[in-house]
């Protein structure tokens, strides 16, 4: 068979797998993947005058995870160089497809080629390269999510430090709250992925600790990297101090309430109870309220067994 | 038979391979030893086409890499991608029919459950056995016993014996001494990027005693465990 095709193929399997264990018969996980997309896609050009570049910005951030380099390099040790090079092209394209619909049914055309252009020349470039250099992180005292996660994201953070220079050069406020939404989205992506038991296991501590450690730890991090913008704002814009608290605190509280729901699915990874009360949050955000309360009590009956 | 020319790798100003020198004949087994951080896995990726680099590779395959196991550390695997699936994938991209993998899965790995699931040493023994389906000409092991039972060590070193009297090349890496000693024709010790010293099999042992001399040293004395 066709190496490609049959790679292709594989991968086919292996997300039905993946759907199939997030408790959904494969079908339909695709429909309800199209529907969700579509619908927060059209949602965001309903809320903000933005959504064509967050959609960029998402299209890019799911590219390049792609390019990770352990991966790309078992890619390049098995196959060809060509078929490596075609691989990685058709695998940008699919990504990238959705997003570059919904930019064309919307009208921006520009932006459209942009992530085509732009997911093309990514499938060239490997990230991650081996380097002595170290990215040093304000995170020394509680060195995990944060100082991992701010090393693979730190041009996020620098792009949303950037835009909070441009919305106070250009008195573009929206422009500043979304600079600060942007890094509180960059650091919800640190809690996205379970670390493995052992990480768990050795803190000596009982889950109700545990887990405030977390999100003491959750905290102050975001605080470190969200309070020069939100500072920034405020002093730019004092009218609007109000909402950008509102903004800052609806970040604590997304973060806080994420590390929850990891962990009340812990070992395993979040299923499709926390997927939806997640996704009802952010578009209810009262239901945090519930939410926290919930995936608190969840959670610290999974890591019971864990630590005692 | 792979030349390898003053070869030279940096990453940003930190020197790791500073001019290596080395031949690969076919139908010899070559190891490499040296501390961690010495080099070697650069080395590796280097001659598997991973890493550029400076200096010259030439080998009578073109290009090498298509001809070419190579066994990482740590192997990858696809988030719940079956031991099958991963032997299937390698044949494939190799396009080489695979043929009765039951009969050829030699460690008895449970070929059905995810490879995620596996142990080091399973996962290890499985990514072997896929790069030993593709029949290179050329193999590159990196610490190919790390993690791995006694009874399948005893199996790698007949199957890197196997591959000798088959004409392949072969090169390993492996901080235990003996297995080496079993297994190669020639020894390279690796140094802060250069080899600064070779033996061949009747020159083992003083190799041996040399590395346990400077490595060791005084070392555990200093601990001052009593």
């Not at chain 1, 406020?173 to 942007?182: A, D, E, Y």
């Not at chain 2, 056995?129 to 060590?153: C, K, M, R, Y």
């Not at chain 2, 060791?216 to 004395?221: C, E, K, L, N, P």
């Amino acid at each position: 068979m066709n190496p490609i095709r049959h790679y292709f193929q594989l991968q086919f399997t292996l997300l039905n797998r993946h759907i199939s264990e997030f408790g959904l018969v494969p079908w339909l996980g695709y429909l309800l993947s199209i529907l969700l997309f579509s619908g927060l896609s059209f949602f965001l050009y309903y809320r903000t005058e933005y959504a064509p570049y967050l959609l960029v910005f998402g299209a890019f951030s799911a590219v390049l995870n792609m390019g990770e380099r352990t991966r790309n390099d078992f890619l390049k040790s098995i196959f060809k160089s060509e078929e490596y090079r075609k691989i990685r092209l058709f695998e940008n394209g699919i990504i990238a497809i959705p997003f570059i619909i919904i930019l064309l049914v919307k009208g921006d055309y520009w932006m459209a080629l942009a992530t085509a252009a732009g997911s093309i020349l990514m499938a060239f470039v490997q990230f991650g390269r081996s380097s002595n250099f170290t990215l040093p992180t304000p995170f020394r005292r509680w060195p995990f999510e944060f100082s991992m996660g701010f090393r693979k994201t730190f041009y996020f953070h620098l792009l949303a430090y950037f835009l909070t220079f441009m919305a106070i050069s250009v008195g573009n406020f929206n422009l500043g709250v979304f600079s600060l939404v942007l890094v509180f989205m960059v650091c919800l992506t640190y809690y996205s992925e379970v670390e493995v038991t052992y990480y768990v296991w050795i803190h000596a501590q009982q889950p109700t600790s545990f887990l405030w450690l977390k999100i003491k730890t959750e905290l102050l991090y975001s605080s470190i990297l969200s309070l020069p913008v939100a500072i920034t704002l405020c002093f730019f814009n004092p009218g609007y101090w109000h909402i950008i608290l509102a903004f800052q605190l609806l970040g604590y509280a997304y973060l806080s309430t994420l590390i929850l729901a990891k962990y009340s699915a812990f070992p395993s990874s979040m299923g499709l109870p926390q997927s939806i009360l997640l996704a009802l949050c952010f578009t209810m955000p009262p239901l945090l309220l519930v939410a926290a309360w919930l995936f608190y009590r969840q959670s610290t009956r999974r890591l019971q067994p864990i630590l005692p | 038979m792979i030349n390898i020319e003053n070869l030279s790798k940096s990453y940003g100003g930190h020197q790791v391979l500073k001019g290596i020198n080395l031949s690969l004949a076919a139908g010899q087994v070559h190891g490499i030893v040296g501390e961690n951080g010495a080099g070697k896995t650069t080395l590796f990726k280097c001659i598997a086409g991973l890493e550029d680099y400076e200096g010259s590779i030439q080998s009578a395959f073109n290009p090498l890499k298509n001809h070419l196991g190579l066994l990482p550390t740590d192997p990858f695997f696809f988030s719940k991608i079956t031991g099958r699936e991963y032997l299937l994938l390698l044949c494939n991209a190799r396009l080489l029919p695979p043929t009765d993998l039951d009969a050829k899965n030699i460690f008895d790995l449970p070929l059905n459950q995810y490879a995620s699931t596996y142990s080091t040493g399973m996962k290890k023994k499985l990514a072997l056995t896929a790069i030993l389906l593709q029949n290179n000409e050329v193999f590159i092991l990196d610490e190919p016993f790390n993690g791995v039972d006694i009874h399948s060590n005893m199996v790698i070193t007949e199957i890197i014996q196997k591959l000798r009297s088959l004409g392949k090349t072969v090169l390993i890496s492996s901080h235990i001494f003996s297995t080496l000693n079993d297994t190669c024709d020639r020894i390279y010790l690796l140094k802060e990027g250069l080899f600064v010293r070779q033996a061949d099999r009747d020159g083992f042992g003083d190799l041996e005693a040399e590395m346990r001399a400077f490595t060791v040293g005084d070392r555990v004395a200093r601990l001052g465990l009593g």
